[in-house]
């Protein structure tokens, strides 16, 4: 807590990255206006780029959070999916729990840390339940993210879940990791456009950066969505909007994320045990 002349402030930390992006910058608005209507400051430290290369320039930014007074602080809000480095991420975690400040994390989970996540699975089932029952598709491709993030192999799994369920074989021809962003995405398309299997009725991308890449070059070979093949994203990110065609995505409520950590807050400040889900 921040204590002056003339008032007391409750204080929330939250550690980040690239809140100049769709994903990060909603997050970061929803709680600072829960929280400041709630009677919180918010304090935001924030890089500017991610952390996933282990080079000098980054070692640079991650010094922000060294400037960290945990001692005003009334809580602490780490959002390992955005920092991408899980060492900076436990050693900043590490810092609030010797100075007695709980962590929040948003969207992961962190040992000794109470976590506040999404359901991804479920809707992104929906969603490939929809091309392939609803639509009908039986030839359907997929872009994964990167290989081995969590989130990533999820959405694999509930492609394949899909396909069994359906009586689809699984052919691993069928499968490309975009890396979540667009470049990646490019190599993945040429092996779908160069594989010997039949073109795919749908392809699905496990986000809409993935998908947006996918439309536009698509669109360069003068193939046409949807009309010859079927493009979904996930995540529903602002620039989807300006997509022709508009994709099948799906976004969070970050609203309802706001409040739900606000309100796990106000437990840890009152002493009140924290629900399960």
């Known amino acids: 807590m921040f204590t002056s002349d003339t008032a007391k402030y409750k204080i929330i930390g939250i ?135 969590a989130f990533s192999e999820e959405r694999i799994e509930a492609y394949k879940k899909v396909l069994a369920e359906n009586g689809i074989e699984f052919e691993p021809e069928r499968l490309g990791y975009g890396d979540f962003w667009d470049m990646p995405t490019k190599g993945v398309l040429e092996k779908f456009l160069e594989s010997s299997l039949e073109f795919p009725q749908a392809i699905i991308c496990a986000n809409d950066a993935m998908a947006i890449a996918a439309c536009s070059i698509l669109r360069e070979r003068g193939i046409k969505v949807p009309e010859d093949v079927i493009v979904t994203g996930f995540d529903g990110i602002e620039l989807e909007q300006y997509n022709s065609p508009r994709l099948t995505t799906a976004a969070v409520d970050n609203d309802v994320l706001g409040e739900k950590i606000i309100n796990a807050i106000d437990h840890m400040m009152n002493g009140v045990p924290l629900p399960e889900k």
């Not at 809140?19 to 890089?47: A, C, M, P, W």
């Open 15 to 149: 550690c980040t990255s690239c809140v100049q992006s769709d994903y990060v910058r909603d997050i970061v608005s929803s709680i600072s206006r829960k929280g400041v209507k709630e009677g919180y400051k918010v304090l935001l430290f924030n890089t500017f780029c991610d952390l996933y290369h282990n080079i000098s320039y980054n070692h640079g930014e991650a010094s922000i959070f060294d400037l960290i007074n945990y001692d005003i602080l009334d809580v602490l809000i780490i959002m390992p999916e955005a920092i991408k480095r899980d060492s900076i991420s436990n050693e900043i975690s590490k810092r609030a729990h010797e100075h007695g400040v709980p962590v929040i994390c948003v969207d992961s989970t962190m040992d000794n840390c109470c976590s506040v996540t999404f359901n991804y699975s479920d809707v992104f089932e929906k969603i490939v339940r929809h091309v392939i029952e609803f639509h009908g598709c039986r030839r359907v491709n997929f872009i994964a993210g990167v290989k081995g993030n």
